[in-house]
Structures are given as structure tokens and as C-alpha cells.
T-cell receptor, first 112, second 113 residues
Framework: DQQVKQNSPSLSVQEGRISILNCDYTNSMFDYFLWYKKYPAEGPTFLISISSIKDKNEDGRFTVFLNKSAKHLSLHIVPSQPGDSAVYFCAASDSGTYKYIFGTGTRLKVLA | DTEVTQTPKHLVMGMTNKKSLKCEQHMGHRAMYWYKQKAKKPPELMFVYSYEKLSINESVPSRFSPECPNSSLLNLHLHALQPEDSALYLC????????????FGNGTRLTVT
């Protein structure tokens, strides 16, 4: 049972445009959400997080939006750069535990 | 450079071997994690240590044995593995809070022959 899903395995975007990556979850106990970027042969790198008391968090080019009623979050990258090309994972946790559950990942390709 | 260091980067072992994966962090984090990642799959949680005590074991087979000698070190002892255990093993750490991000090492690529 996949509690965190990323339904788009891949996404291609032109340099300078917006990249929107989506993530859905099923467990209503999840209240902390994160996005990670992963390059080949490296571990995941933390990008940005959001707690369920907020619906938006911004850090530079990265913004995460949370829609609790729809159990949906998204990551916006503006403007997209070729160096952003990587696999992006969303993750979710119930803050009462140390269990972080990862989504299936979306491969982003930013075209120059 | 990652602040979580894993050694070795690559490991090839036979099914009768005993080996250990090592992880070290110096960020003062009190929670440490082992994840396993197969190709084209998300990282899957294996174990969590909090304040050097095992707090989560996700029903991992006993051929994987974790150890946390102190707050900076985390080991994963391997014995009698199967070829299907071949994967990327990721170590992570976080502050003493379940609302703080995980910081990952670059992993150990394990191949069981």
C-alpha cells in the first residue's frame, strides 16, 4: 500500500519556465511534508518542508503548497534551471513518529 | 559535501560473507536511520535509532543487524545476505524531533553475489 504517490514518473520543462511536481498521500495522520532532490550516485538532498499548520512555504526558487483537504502537495520551481534536472521525491511523516515515507519519485529534465 | 559520511561507497559480498556498513555524522543529531533503495523505487525505511536506542524496526530480516555505538555512529552488520538484498543503503540523521528534515549520506551500493 503506497501511502505517498507521485503519479508523474517524468517531467520535461524548458529552462526559465516553471516546474510543478505533484504528490498525493492517503494517511490523514501525516502532518509534516518534505521534498528531496536526488542526483545519480548521491543521497537525497533536502530542499524544502512544510508543516500541516501552513499551506505554503517558500525558499528562493522553491515553493511548496499543501492542500490538506485534497491530501495533495506540490513543489514549484521558478525559474527552472538545467542544474535542477534530477529525481524529486516527496516524503511525509506523522510528527508523533520518526517514520518518513517517500513517494515514488518524478524525474525532472530541464531543457536548455 | 554531505555532512553524513557513509563507508564503503561500494561493496560486493558473497552470500556467506559478513560485512558492515558504517555511517557517521557530526551535526549533533540524535536520531539516525537506515533506508534501503532499489532501482527506480523510493527509499524504504529499515531502522531508526533515537538517542542511541532502537526505536523502529520495520520488520527487517535478522540477517541485517543495526548497531549505534554512540550518538555520531551507526553501523549495519550484514550476514548471509541474498542476491535480492542488493541495493543502495542510505544512512540519514535528524535533530531530536520528528518535524526536522532527514540529512542523507551518499549511500553504500551493495551487490550480493
Amino acid at each position: 500500500d503506497q501511502q505517498v504517490k507521485q503519479n508523474s514518473p517524468s517531467l520535461s520543462v524548458q529552462e526559465g519556465r516553471i516546474s510543478i511536481l505533484n504528490c498525493d498521500y492517503t494517511n490523514s495522520m501525516f502532518d509534516y511534508f518534505l521534498w528531496y532532490k536526488k542526483y545519480p550516485a548521491e543521497g537525497p538532498t533536502f530542499l524544502i518542508s512544510i508543516s500541516s499548520i501552513k499551506d505554503k512555504n517558500e525558499d528562493g526558487r522553491f515553493t511548496v503548497f499543501l492542500n490538506k483537504s485534497a491530501k495533495h502537495l506540490s513543489l514549484h520551481i521558478v525559474p527552472s534551471q538545467p542544474g535542477d534536472s534530477a529525481v524529486y521525491f516527496c516524503a511525509a511523516s506523522d510528527s508523533g513518529t520518526y517514520k518518513y515515507i517517500f513517494g515514488t519519485g518524478t524525474r525532472l529534465k530541464v531543457l536548455a | 559535501d554531505t555532512e553524513v559520511t557513509q563507508t564503503p561507497k561500494h561493496l560486493v559480498m558473497g552470500m556467506t560473507n559478513k560485512k558492515s556498513l558504517k555511517c557517521e555524522q557530526h551535526m549533533g543529531h540524535r536520531a539516525m536511520y537506515w533506508y534501503k533503495q532499489k532501482a527506480k523505487k523510493p527509499p524504504e525505511l529499515m531502522f531508526v535509532y533515537s538517542y542511541e536506542k532502537l526505536s523502529i524496526n520495520e520488520s527487517v530480516p535478522s540477517r541485517f543487524s543495526p548497531e549505534c555505538p554512540n550518538s555520531s555512529l551507526l553501523n549495519l552488520h550484514l550476514h548471509a545476505l541474498q542476491p535480492e538484498d542488493s541495493a543502495l543503503y542510505l544512512c540519514a540523521s535528524s535533530q531530536d524531533s520528528s518535524v526536522s528534515p532527514l540529512h542523507f549520506g551518499n549511500g553504500t551500493r551493495l551487490t550480493v553475489t
